[in-house]
Nanobody, 128 residues
Framework: QLQLEESGGGVVQSGESLRLSCAAS????????VAWFRHVPGKVRQVVSC????????LYVDSVKGRFKISRDNAKNTVFLEMNSLGPEDTGVYYC?????????????????????WGKGTLVTVSS
């Protein structure tokens, strides 16, 4: 069974950067589509960025385009989310999640309820 573990969260000032990691075990993550979600109290988990198993469809929601970058390192069995120019609006618990249902070139960032595997989350707090 695939297991995911996020790391890299913390407290930073506005304008600073963080690099989140999603380390996989139990299976090779390159066989899964992976998405990063952000959760804040009272809100449904919403996707921030996603990357297909073929690594040809890195996608971002409009609010993070140009600031965040998702990538894979298959040798480390890890997916990263580089977050730059952070602001308080980026605060939340970040989760990585994976699924293997979709393939091909029609990949789009998923809704939370489509994901098969989840990490426990890592807290990102951006202070003013």
């Amino acid at each position: 069974q695939l297991q995911l573990e996020e790391s890299g969260g913390g407290v930073v000032q506005s304008g600073e950067s963080l690099r989140l990691s999603c380390a996989a075990s139990g299976a090779t993550l390159d066989s899964y589509n992976v998405a990063w979600f952000r959760h804040v109290p009272g809100k449904v988990r919403q996707v921030v960025s996603c990357i297909s198993m073929s690594d040809d469809s890195p996608l971002y929601v409009d609010s993070v385009k140009g600031r965040f970058k998702i990538s894979r390192d298959n040798a480390k069995n890890t997916v990263f989310l580089e977050m730059n120019s952070l602001g308080p609006e980026d605060t939340g618990v970040y989760y990585c999640a994976a699924e293997s249902y979709y393939s091909g070139k029609n990949y789009r960032c998923p809704d939370y309820y489509t994901m098969e595997y989840w990490g426990k989350g890592t807290l990102v707090t951006v202070s003013s």
